[in-house]
């Protein structure tokens, strides 16, 4: 892909066919995949990072888990809830 355009418009159609978001690699140097680590050289590019591509929901947060590992001490999962006029 050469633009901007040509990347938005594929992220558009994989959304639409289902997909999370493609995997984004840099040129700028040699980069390689690593399972469950974050870095710069490979991002996932989602539909929030884009205008009019995102979810809008007004949720309540109902209830929360206690992390565990690394993220003890803090709160790591929620339940969220939406309203429903119907039911």
Request: proline fraction near 1%; glycine fraction near 10%; charge should be negative.
């Amino acid at each position: 892909m050469n633009n901007f355009d040509e990347l938005a418009a594929w992220l558009t159609k994989s959304v639409k066919d289902g997909c999370e978001g493609p995997m984004v690699k840099t040129l700028v140097h040699e980069s390689s995949y690593e399972v469950n680590k974050r870095s710069l050289n490979w991002v996932k590019l989602k539909k929030d990072y884009l205008d009019d591509l995102g979810d809008s929901m007004d949720l309540v947060v109902l209830g929360a888990d206690m992390g565990t590992g690394k993220r003890t001490g803090w709160y790591s999962s929620f339940l969220l809830g939406c309203f429903n006029q119907e039911t």
